[in-house]
């Protein structure tokens, strides 16, 4: 079992940074792919970006060049640096945890991110 804890959301001018954390309990995070989501209103929830336990990286067409995944593992915590913002990225950001070993899923509960002027 693992549970998920965002943060770092919040209110931010465009152009502007934030880092979102995702904090895992539980056992083994090294053997977790984890991603970022979000989900707009009235949309879909999307990928963002994701890490694998090796630390290879992929992302949104959309993020590309101005979000950056990591990941700690001594400290079971993913990030997401997200750097010059738009108003389009508007959403709630979701942590995902995907077992490496059994494909089983956890979500967080997710995080308001807020782009505007």
């Known amino acids: 079992q693992v549970q998920l804890v965002e943060s770092g959301g919040g209110l931010v001018q465009p152009g502007g940074s934030l880092r979102l954390s995702c904090a895992a309990s539980g056992s083994r995070f090294n053997i977790y792919n984890m991603a970022w989501y979000r989900q707009a209103p009235g949309k879909q929830r999307e990928l963002v970006a994701a890490?694998?336990?090796?630390?290879?990286?992929n992302y949104a067409d959309s993020v590309k060049g101005r979000f950056t995944i990591s990941r700690d593992n001594a400290k079971n915590t993913v990030y997401l640096q997200m750097n010059s913002l738009k108003p389009e990225d508007t959403a709630v950001y979701y942590c995902?945890?995907?077992?490496?070993?059994?494909?089983?899923?956890?979500w967080g509960q997710g995080t308001q991110v807020t782009v505007s002027s």
């Open positions: 890490i694998t336990p090796g630390g290879n990286t």
């Open positions: 995902k945890a995907i077992s490496s070993r059994t494909s089983i899923t956890y």
